[in-house]
């Protein structure tokens, strides 16, 4: 059974940092595609940021510039680093690898930029 477990959200004020984890963990031979999505309060869920395999990297516009993912394909991990948050951040953030061509989700992880 696989596994995707979040970690690193929190409360955090404008201008700050946060560095956001995920780790696959399970029967798992092939992890394709691993990116982080958010949900804010009565919006869509949208893209953050998707690696593929061989650290090919994309960005959803409101956070090009200011987050950076990246993976660790031994460990099945992938990271978020988020700096320069802003209010507009606030949303759970939701990890998701691509194990051959199915989707996995983890439980989410809460972020709060204060003002």
């Known amino acids: 059974q696989v596994q995707v477990v979040e970690s690193g959200g929190g409360l955090v004020q404008a201008g700050g940092s946060l560095r956001l984890s995920c780790e696959v963990s399970?029967?798992?031979?092939?992890?394709?595609?691993m990116g982080w999505y958010r949900q804010a309060p009565g919006k869509q869920r949208e893209l953050v940021a998707r690696?593929?395999?061989?650290?090919?990297?994309t960005y959803g516009d409101p956070v090009k510039g200011r987050f950076t993912i990246s993976r660790n394909n031994a460990k099945k991990t992938v990271y978020l680093q988020m700096n320069s948050l802003k209010p507009s951040d606030t949303a759970v953030y939701y990890c998701?690898?691509?194990?051959?061509?199915?989707?996995?989700w983890g439980q989410g992880t809460q972020v709060t930029v204060s003002s």
């Open positions: 998701n690898a691509v194990i051959t061509v199915v989707p996995y």
């Open positions: 399970g029967s798992i031979f092939n992890i394709n595609d």
């Open positions: 690696i593929t395999s061989g650290g090919s990297a």
